[in-house]
């Protein structure tokens, strides 16, 4: 196959690595008139408008901005079924190929359904991890479970496997040809994680039964609708389709007619330790956990803490966990954080890093602009911290202010600012609402309520699987 690659930095380097040997790459495309005219690994870089000085079969679009320049070349006359996105590209020349981490599953022992999870790649965000942990709840119940994915990251799937969970990396995912359907039916119910992997619901709900779980924000139907216009809708109707919370609700059925009319909301590991640190600390501390991005409001946590005085900032820390880019937005959160002394920066951590953190934290903050649940205030939750969530995160439905958790309302940083003064002026109270906070868990997001949620949606979903034609 002859390629043009649209996009030359980051996301081609970081990926050029898995073009099959086989591709004959013709010209690189890209709108960095510096760049244009020079060569990038032997061929040669050409603005967009000179597209047709090409002879190839399909041009991949290497970037995050991949709509962009979708209607960059249409507008230029290149036919839509000659544009691939990189999803795509992967899908069509991996497909069949499969590899296996192996968790510590007996598969002799499992008594259960085997049930496959497939998800979005592998790495550290919500909706990833509440896969893994769906994985791990039904495993434990007795259940055949493998948790599939397109890629990962390498921590993060070492770190699932050595939880137990087996893991195959499948490269045509979102999408699924005939070798991947026939290794499908080898399943007895397919749980199909997040609405990007939306490409392969139908197909696979025509061999096989599929719950779909819904957790994506606003955002992500934004960027991905036009990429996924070949989903027909009509075919949405005999899947049995569950949201993390009523906001993710909300987002799907503005875009799809009300298909959702339940919930699931995930569970989490008891990670909770009997053992105290002795002593009493002599910093409060107030954490955001999350890759710094919009949507997390990271901005909004640090001018909320720019509005508290110095006094009462004296023997309070304030920790930003996550990777932060080198985008407008990090560099915005960067300036913010540079003119507070009090707040830090810690960058990236792994799950076990963020499991030791929480033994420094006192609060857990999530000042979200959108937030469908949140992990980490369940998390939170767990380990027995007060928690400040906005109004805007699906947690906040299972919070009442002022008892088990507080609640500010999103994009308001002078509401966030009186939720932390409230905290610094009662100390002696979080400790009540901690307690309150862990009850809230021990309710609704164990591992085992989970696993009872889980297993008996997907006994659903079988059930209402064989009542249609497939079924027979």
């Known amino acids: 196959m002859k390629i043009v690659i649209f996009g030359v930095g980051r996301f081609y380097q970081e990926k050029k690595q898995m073009i099959p040997l086989e591709t004959e790459i013709v010209a690189f495309l890209d709108n960095n008139a510096a760049l244009q005219g020079r060569f990038m690994d032997g061929c040669p870089i050409a603005a967009p408008c000179e597209v047709g000085c090409f002879s190839y079969d399909k041009i991949i679009l290497m970037s995050l901005s991949e709509e962009e320049m979708e209607n960059q070349l249409l507008e230029l006359g290149v036919e839509k079924g000659n544009i691939w996105y990189w999803s795509r590209f992967m899908s069509e020349m991996y497909y069949g190929t499969f590899k296996l981490y192996c968790g510590s599953t007996d598969f002799a022992k499992a008594y259960g359904k085997r049930i496959l999870i497939i998800s979005t790649e592998l790495n550290y965000n919500g909706g990833t991890i509440a896969a893994v942990y769906g994985a791990r709840a039904l495993q434990e119940r007795?259940?055949?479970?493998?948790?599939?994915?397109?890629?990962?990251?390498?921590?993060?799937?070492?770190?699932?496997?050595?939880s137990g969970v087996s893991i195959v990396i499948c490269p045509a995912l979102p999408y699924v040809h005939l070798e991947e359907l026939f290794w499908i039916r080898q399943f007895d119910a397919v749980l199909v994680n997040v609405f990007q992997m939306a490409p392969c619901v139908s197909d696979i709900n025509a061999v096989k039964p599929v719950m779909w779980w819904i957790h994506e924000p606003v955002e992500i139907y934004e960027r991905t609708l036009k990429q996924l216009q070949d989903i027909k809708k009509d075919k949405l109707k005999d899947i049995n389709i569950y949201a993390v919370s009523k906001i993710a609700q909300k987002n799907f059925n503005a875009c799809f007619l009300n298909k959702?009319?339940?919930?699931?909301?995930?569970?989490?590991?008891?990670?909770?330790?009997?053992?105290?640190?002795?002593?009493?600390?002599?910093?409060?501390?107030?954490?955001v956990i999350g890759a710094v991005c919009p949507r997390k409001a990271q901005d909004i946590f640090v001018k909320a803490v720019?509005?508290?005085?110095?006094?009462?900032k004296q023997n309070v820390q304030f920790w930003i966990i996550g990777f932060i880019g080198n985008d407008e937005y990090g560099a915005q959160v960067r300036a913010l954080a540079a003119k507070e002394s009090t707040v830090k920066l810690a960058g990236p951590l792994t799950r076990s890093e963020i499991c030791e953190a929480y033994r420094e934290i006192d609060v857990v903050v999530c000042p979200s602009r959108e937030e469908t649940m949140s992990i980490v205030v369940t998390e939170g939750m767990m380990y027995g911290?007060?928690?400040?969530a906005s109004d805007k995160t699906g947690i906040a439905q299972y919070m009442e202010d002022g008892e088990n958790g507080l609640i500010c309302k999103a994009e308001e940083p002078a509401d966030l600012c009186e939720k932390m003064r409230w905290i610094m002026q009662n100390q002696e109270k979080l400790s009540v609402m901690g307690s309150r906070a862990r009850q809230t868990y021990e309710t609704y997001f164990t591992m085992k309520a989970f696993g009872q949620r889980l297993e008996g949606v997907l006994q659903e979903t079988m059930d209402q699987w064989k009542q249609t034609d497939r079924g027979f």
């Open 142 to 162: 007795g259940n055949l479970v493998i948790l599939a994915a397109p890629s990962g990251d390498k921590t993060f799937i070492k770190e699932t496997v050595d």
């Open 260 to 287: 959702i009319t339940k919930t699931l909301p995930f569970g989490i590991p008891d990670q909770r330790t009997k053992d105290k640190s002795s002593g009493k600390k002599e910093d409060l501390v107030l954490a």
């Open 306 to 312: 720019g509005l508290l005085s110095v006094e009462e």
């Open 385 to 388: 911290k007060a928690c400040i």
